[in-house]
């Protein structure tokens, strides 16, 4: 059974990091189009602010599951480093509880959010939004599966922090 968890995580992992690059690739040449489109002569299409917004918003919710995983999501390091490791460990399995908690409880809302949106359709791409609206389900289904994963010790552990000085 941890055999098949474990690649359903990789797999999952896989499928977030590849609709990371794909989001970030995305912003990145329909900001572009938008850039040239300052140049003179260079025609900057409608479209191109509403598949910028979408595809940072995607960019969010493909990253923020593996950012769980690895435990780079943002958290107040001054209170728990200090702590000793068992201690750590402790703080971080009830955030961990705590983030399934508050995704399985949005669920349901979300869902009806996308349930909500089917027959809208975006103005400039002329597309359904329940493809754009898709991203409410996918934040807290992301969240509460990697959540899950790190309370069964799938875990990235990250290298400690240096919190020297930078001057």
Known sequence: ???FFAALVAGAQALCRAGTLASFVTLIGVVTLQILGRVPGIPSPAWTEEVARFALVYLVAFSCGIALLRGELVNVDM????????????????????????????LPGAWAYVSG????????LDMPMVIVYAV??????SLAFFSVARL???ARQRPPADHGELV
């Open 152 to 154: 069964l010790g799938f």
């Open 1 to 3: 059974m941890r055999i």
């Open 79 to 106: 209170f728990v480093t200090p702590l000793p490791a068992a201690a750590q460990r402790v703080v971080e399995r009830i955030v961990d509880v705590i983030t399934l908690g508050f995704s399985l409880l949005i």
């Open 117 to 124: 949106s089917v027959g809208e359709r975006a103005r400039s």
């Open 136 to 141: 409410t389900l996918l934040i807290p289904v």
